[in-house]
């Protein structure tokens, strides 16, 4: 079965600082992955989604994800982080019809 | 351009009272649909999931059950509720287009049992 493991339940950052919050999977086929982002009493929004047709995935509001397979990671980088992008972020692995979510990080954004 | 819609927003209840929130989507036909329930500090935790009308998995064993009556609408209940009921409760969709199809997020339902 597909997992993730999102590695820090907490990141803190300056604002202007790289943003860098880490995945890894655990999958058996060549994973779809994805990241998510929650604000504060809201659902979650899709941020960014690899199917394997780039290594380098841009997705909104700056953010970018990179797929290596050597390392089964798919961790999320901004370079300078922003006030409004304190929240949660969530990696995720299809999974048939379902998605397997890792725990989540909590990114704060220290002005 | 597709929408989801979850309501009650917010929801007291008591120990033992019944439940029954509603998810809607607009916009698209045959969606998966799924439910979510998010503790405090606990991730998101798939409850149930349905692939076409009066379809429905369940993921988890509890008191809660789900219905899908219509295409785009999704029901989750509970005859009585418990103190661990206590959550934010997501539905979300996705259809069968590209490699992918991704989980689009309606705004959630939070539930405080009391």
């Known amino acids: 079965a597909q997992s993730v493991t999102q590695l820090g339940s907490h990141v803190s950052v300056s604002e202007g600082a790289l943003v860098l919050l880490r995945c890894n999977y655990s999958?058996?086929?060549?994973?779809?992955l994805f990241w998510y982002v929650q604000y504060p009493n809201q659902g979650l929004q899709l941020l960014l989604k690899?199917?394997?047709?780039?290594?380098l995935v841009k997705g909104i509001n700056g953010f970018e994800a990179e797929f290596k397979k050597s390392e089964t990671s798919f961790h999320l980088t901004k370079p300078s982080a922003h006030m409004s992008d304190a929240a949660e972020y969530f990696c995720a692995v299809r999974s048939n019809y379902k998605l397997t979510f890792g725990k989540g990080t909590l990114l704060t954004v220290n002005p | 351009s597709q929408t989801i819609h979850q309501w009650p927003a917010t929801l007291v209840q008591p120990v033992g009272s019944p439940l029954s929130l509603e998810c809607t989507v607009e916009?698209?036909?045959?969606?998966?649909l799924y439910w979510y329930r998010q503790a405090a500090g606990r991730g998101l935790q798939l409850l149930f999931y349905s692939v076409g009308i009066g379809q429905i998995s369940s993921e988890v064993p509890q008191n809660l059950s789900a219905s899908r009556p219509q295409d785009r609408q999704f029901i989750l209940s509970s005859k009585k509720l418990l103190l661990s009921d206590s959550g934010f409760y997501l539905c979300?969709?996705?259809?069968?287009?590209?490699?992918?199809?991704?989980?689009?997020f309606g705004p959630g339902t939070r539930l405080t049992v009391t």
């Open positions: 979300a969709w996705s259809v069968l287009l590209g490699p992918a199809y991704e989980q689009y």
């Open positions: 916009g698209t036909s045959n969606p998966n």
């Open positions: 999958s058996s086929v060549p994973p779809y």
């Open positions: 690899y199917t394997s047709a780039a290594t």
